[in-house]
């Protein structure tokens, strides 16, 4: 969303120059009408159902305006074209399923995947993850694991085939807190080469889930939270905690208990970013029916849209004041002391250089992202290195 602004810079370039231009994925599919503006065609939805139409339309000069995709099984989709990739990329990505049954009101993944699971063929999978040529790769799966006892046989069923492949990739993906429940499962994550899970814990307050529709972490308990965390431990599992800051019933109290609640729990690293209105969430229609977004001078201010600034009117907070306690919650999270601390707990907790390393560089990367032009990079090696020798009693 935050860059889409630089996409449709790009698709002008390229207007003027007599090129159709045709637009698609998550943002445009929600505002489709702005798009329109920039391009000669949008594609609404995932494009695998109507890429064919839209190609033969373009051989016979015959575009149409918009375009509706519709979900469908991925029992056909094609394999993601690796050699368009840089090899440069740090991480490779991997999607083995779309869809996700949860309904939060902040996200847009059900809006735009469907909420129901669907899933690549279990072949198509592996050779994918054998042609990746990264070492680390980031499943981008809406939920790896999902519901039920089929999507669980299915997850075990990658995990073992990975095994097999004997790579000694490394790899980390989104997951719900009920995985927690299934060892097997979490086992074979870790033989596979899983290294890190992200939680969306989002708030520890029960209150908070209610309001965002986070039945799972509801189901879980907030008291049993760190037992989730446990699991993954033993497992030899990181766990990245995602957390939203400024929820509509958060107060100075919460949001600084909130980071509380980070620096003094088994969590190894987290995603910290302020409640952001993405367009088609609920969260978004009602706080433009509230006339709330005050960052709405579209396309420019997508922009802003990063999770890391304040768009928002907000009941309890002018947005210097909200930028500023946000500011100070960063310092106090993202404290290198902190982050020391982190690792050394990641190292006891799960027996693991690689996961606790996995860790490290997270926190360092949103510490980096958080304070971008108004503070140096923190050099990521120099502290590995660093702390390797502090920590060799725990590895």
Known sequence: MHSVKRAYDIANYYRKKGVPIIIGGIHVSMMPEEASHYADTVVIGEAESIWQTIIK???NNEL????HGKLQSLYDSPPQRLDLYSNKYGLGSLQTSRGCPMNCDFCSVHEFNGRKHRYR????????FKAIPQER???IDDDFYGYGKKHAERTKNICKEFI???LNKQWYTFTSMNLANDKEAIDLMYKSGCRMVLLGIESEISEQLIASGKQTNLKVGTENFEIVYKSFHE???AVLGSFIYGLETDTEESIRRRTDYFINSSIDCIQPGMLTPLPGTKVFNKLKSEKRIFKNNFPNDWEQFTFLNN???RDNFTNNEFTELMYEEWER????KVLKRKYIQTLKNTKSPSAAGWALSTNMHYRNAVFEGKKENYNFQKLFKELTSIALPYA
């Not at 149409?64 to 375009?67: D, L, R, T, V």
């Not at 063929?121 to 994918?128: A, M, R, S």
């Open 57 to 59: 339309d373009f051989e």
């Open 64 to 67: 149409k305006q918009f375009y």
């Open 121 to 128: 063929p279990l072949k198509d999978i592996v050779e994918e």
């Open 137 to 139: 790769i980031y499943i």
């Open 164 to 166: 097999k492949c004997n």
């Open 235 to 237: 497992a030899g599992i």
């Open 311 to 313: 768009t928002i009117i």
């Open 333 to 336: 999270m993202f404290d290198i």
